[in-house]
């Protein structure tokens, strides 16, 4: 198909600087970078990367996005590329650069939007690689509303450790094996050369690979091409086709909002609750609805959690990493059994120009594998991941719960103001069997970034007291955690949340099948006790961490910092 043909100039916003004599000083600039005549009346695309060299996640991306610029220029259009910032998790982790994550999703958002909207561009295609990278891409085209195809940068390979294989989430409890002599300087020197082998996003079904099954199940990515290892050279396989696949778009007007449509957050919902992926869904999904204009909080994705059967044994909570599943047939594998059980919407419409159900017409079950249970022959029959309210959370909190063996906890409450104490108590073994280990001020406001605490899970699970505590907090936790650990506890303790009214020895009780977390405090104990809080000043007082503090929403709509999709009073891609 020619899209030369078929595409209006007159109708793209790149109009506004390549058509007309009075665009003439625009055009020179374009000129200057060696376009030619035909290249700057063609559409532009943005080609957005969030590559740097902070972290193996994002390093083969700009390989990837030159992939994807020859596919776009063989369909006629012309790509233009950017990149934009990456806060890495894993070494933000277990310090004071957490802070930074939460607020870098927003910062990639705005950064993007910004040089699309500043240069006038047609389409998009965005390209991530890590926790907060992902989402961040995926909000930006909600947001700017123009043709767009996301690219996932691909998960990292296993390690091997004397024979057995491993990933980060192993480099992080060999830390609390560490620190109770149950590994030696040597060992951990050991692992830490061999457990991230390659380019690529933590390997198993942490944030980065559960934000990227939903790219696939919510239709801004291609089907397959969210699995594949970034190591693989099929990659550019699929950078190449989303190039050339966003002209068609471009041609058809098919838009971000026309595919994230509420049944679509649904669908996403569900295969992160299939797959046992992160509690970090709960955010992030919440803030996507949230640029379309659409209402998808919490307590909505907790619904579909509730209800969908736990099918890909997957870590940390099962037995294998993204690769394994990409080989045993992929997202789409995954996605069509639990179409064929009625778990999916499979009228959705895709960036393939089809839908949902048309994309999986000719996936096939793969019964020589055991990655992916039939969706009527599930792990569990509840969801991986559950949503919990109660009076110590009145907006919701959030818990993983796969490979959980018991799902209900009661126990006393030892509280900390901040991870950094907490994580010194459990270095230390500061700590006694079935305590609640409560973790606060570290809520969007409050942290502020509502930081995560893989450090201190992590280093539970290498003291083998993963399954003896459970913890609770107003920040997040990890992907790659494991265990009874409690996030996204809202009210948050700075805005004076019952989090924060609690004090050691309180009886905290957890019950992950009837979905509840309360403290036994009366309502007028605790109504006592709001009348005596004093909230704590800021630990920051200017920069992006404040402005971030200033402007964020609380974890139930997703920790959002502007109006959204429903308060427009007017979308980019109709300028």
Not at 25 to 47: D, K
Not at 390 to 419: H, M, S, W, Y
Request: hydrophobic letters at 40%.
């Amino acid at each position: 198909m020619d899209v030369r043909t078929i595409i209006d100039k007159r109708n793209l916003p790149s109009r506004h600087v390549t058509e007309g004599p009075a665009r003439a000083p625009h055009r020179s600039y374009l000129y200057a970078m060696g376009l030619t005549r035909e290249q700057i009346h063609q559409p532009l695309v943005g080609v957005a990367s969030c590559w740097n060299e902070a972290a193996p996640c994002n390093i083969s991306l700009m390989r990837q996005a030159q992939a994807v610029k020859k596919g776009v220029a063989s369909a006629n259009g012309t790509p233009r590329e950017f990149c934009t910032i990456t806060v890495t998790d894993g070494i933000a982790m277990g310090h004071d650069g957490m802070k930074a994550s939460l607020a870098s999703r927003e910062v990639i958002a705005d950064s993007v939007e910004l040089t699309i909207r500043g240069h006038s561009y047609d389409a998009l295609v965005g390209l991530a690689g890590c926790d907060k990278s992902l989402p961040g891409m995926m909000m930006a085209m909600l947001r700017l509303n123009v043709p767009s195809i996301f690219i996932y940068g691909g998960s990292i390979l296993p390690g091997s450790f004397r024979g057995q294989p491993v990933t980060v989430q192993d480099m992080f409890e060999a830390v609390g094996k560490h620190s109770v002599g149950l590994m030696s300087d040597d060992d951990l020197d050991e692992l830490e050369q061999v457990a991230c082998p390659s380019a690529g996003a933590c390997g198993a079904q942490f944030t980065a690979n559960t934000m990227a099954t939903v790219s696939e199940a919510i239709g801004l990515a291609l089907p397959y091409s969210a699995g594949a290892p970034a190591p693989y050279e099929i990659r550019d396989r699929f950078c190449m086709a989303a190039g050339e696949q966003i002209m068609d778009l471009v041609a058809r007007n098919i838009r971000p909002r026309d595919i994230v449509t509420l049944k679509a957050l649904e669908n996403a919902a569900t295969v992160v609750a299939a797959s046992g992926g992160s509690t970090n869904a709960a955010l992030h999904l919440p803030a996507m609805a949230h640029e379309a204009g659409i209402k998808f909080d919490l307590f909505d994705v907790a619904e579909i959690f509730k209800r969908t059967p736990y099918i890909a044994d997957l870590k940390p909570g099962g037995r294998y990493v993204a690769k394994d599943m990409f080989e045993a047939g992929g997202i789409p594998l995954l996605m069509k059994t639990l179409l064929d059980h009625g778990f999916l919407h499979g009228d959705c419409l895709t960036v393939t120009g089809r839908t949902v159900a048309e994309n999986l017409a000719s996936v096939k079950w793969n019964p020589h594998q055991d990655v992916v249970r039939p969706a009527n022959d599930p792990i569990t029959v509840t969801g991986g991941v559950v949503g919990l309210q109660g009076n110590l959370a009145p907006e919701g909190a959030i818990v993983k719960v796969a490979g959980l063996k018991n799902q209900k906890f009661t126990g006393p409450a030892r509280c900390f103001d901040g991870e950094e104490a907490c994580f010194e108590a459990v270095t230390q073994r500061a700590y006694n069997e079935g305590d609640v280990l409560v973790i606060r001020y570290e809520g969007p406001k409050g942290g502020p970034g509502m930081r995560e605490m893989l450090s201190t899970t992590a280093a539970l699970y290498g003291q083998g007291a993963g399954d003896k505590v459970a913890l609770i907090t107003d920040g997040r936790f990890s992907g790659a955690t494991r265990g009874f650990c409690i996030g996204h506890v809202g009210p948050e303790a700075a805005v004076g949340g019952p989090i924060g009214l609690i004090r050691d020895g309180d009886i905290i009780t957890i019950d992950a099948i009837e979905g509840t977390l309360d403290v036994a405090l009366s309502d007028e104990e605790l109504a006592a006790r709001r009348a005596e809080w004093k909230p704590r000043p800021s630990p920051v007082g200017s920069g992006a961490i404040w402005k971030f503090a200033q402007a964020v929403g609380p974890a139930r709509d997703g920790a959002v910092t502007h109006p959204g999709g429903a308060a427009e009073t007017a979308c980019y891609a109709d300028i």
